[in-house]
């Protein structure tokens, strides 16, 4: 298994755009890519403008086909302006 971890940190006032966009890329993943295992979306009140995500795929070939996706190209064309920065971290072991 390979996991993906990334933290977003959003522009004030665009979490109510980007969550929605981002909840429905995570289920795409998850319907669509056949090595896309989990796709946890996660967010507390106490940092309003921070998205995390925990991803696990079969592989990290799997990985890649989820950036290559047509779900995710979009999603990432569409919340581009909304992102003050973000830091990704991957896993090539995963033990459960």
Do not use: Q, W
């Not at 971890?5 to 929605?20: D, Q």
């Not at 993943?29 to 940092?47: A, K, M």
């Amino acid at each position: 298994m390979f996991a993906v971890t990334v933290t977003f940190k959003i522009k004030g006032g665009e979490m109510p755009n980007f969550l929605p966009l981002m909840e429905n890329n995570a289920r795409l993943s998850l319907e669509r890519e056949r090595g896309c295992h989990r796709f946890d979306v996660c967010t507390d009140p106490c940092r309003e403008d921070e998205v995390f995500l925990y991803e696990v795929y079969s592989d990290r070939a799997a990985f890649d086909l989820h950036l290559a996706s047509d779900h995710f190209l979009s999603f990432d064309k569409e919340v581009s302006e909304m992102i003050l920065n973000k830091s990704l971290a991957t896993f090539e072991r995963v033990v459960s």
